[in-house]
């Protein structure tokens, strides 16, 4: 997983509610022994095509410069719905590494962190004063998320806090998943085997012979 520090990037307001994680990602995209690596294009696939298969000029991300956005600015509840991991990869495969918002589906928050992408929750209001000023500059403003420091600074310079769970902005920093994590603690791991091993020796032997 790759480490997330501070990211400046253009940022896109897709301010609508509820966005589930069925229009992240229809399910039937989440089909076949490998997936990664060709979800991106089917990301948003509802608003971001026509019926005839062509761009729809209305969604924000297919538009400049937004279609270069790594960060979006979400309405609420974002990544409500159904618990699939896939909305996530296919974020990433669009370019999405952050995204600001006043609130996520839990399960979605959850894949977030164990996919390297940061999701950042702050006050209703303070959204939507950043999808403003992102408005106002066309896109062209960029937005800076710093995990390090926990801040979002605006395109005019406002600069916000936000708390994220010690455990998970540690990973995110040095670019760990859960398993990444644990075996982090390898030697640790490793010497408790071994105690145990002196402790309940017929643990470590029960089908040894078989």
Known sequence: MKRFTRLTSIAAPLMRANIDTDIVIRIERMVGNSIRGGLGKWCFAALRYLPDGSENPDFILNRAPYRDAEILVTGPNFGCGSSREPA?????????????????G???????????????????????AIAGEVEETQGTGRLTVDLDACEVTTPSGRRHAFAVEPRRRSALLDGLDEIGATLRRDGEIRAFQERDRGRRPWIWTTGAEE
């Open 106 to 128: 839990d399960i979605f928050y959850n894949n977030c962190f164990q996919n390297g992408v940061l999701p950042v929750v702050l006050d209703p209001e303070i959204v939507q």
């Open 88 to 104: 996530v990869w296919a974020l990433q495969e669009m370019g999405i590494k952050a995204i600001v918002g006043s609130g996520f």
